[in-house]
């Protein structure tokens, strides 16, 4: 099985716009759908980190960097 993305690159989940770096990646016996972990590269609003979250691999897009929040 060959992955989409590469585990480092940035990635947004195009339905709830999550973002951050890929950090995992999995993939199960009997399908061939790939899932990924992206760990946010920032912080909450009170510092604390974000935790990670696993998308399926249709969800990403990557190679782009999300517009500044704010």
Known sequence: ?????QLGASAIDTISS????ITARAEYVG?????YEVTP???????KP????????????TGT???AQG
């Open 65 to 67: 960097q999300p517009e």
């Open 41 to 47: 590269l920032h912080a909450d609003a009170n510092g």
């Open 18 to 21: 999550f973002h951050g770096a």
């Open 1 to 5: 099985m060959t992955f989409k993305h």
């Open 31 to 35: 399908t061939t759908n790939c899932r």
């Open 50 to 61: 974000i935790d990670p979250q696993w998308f399926d691999e249709g969800r990403l897009v």
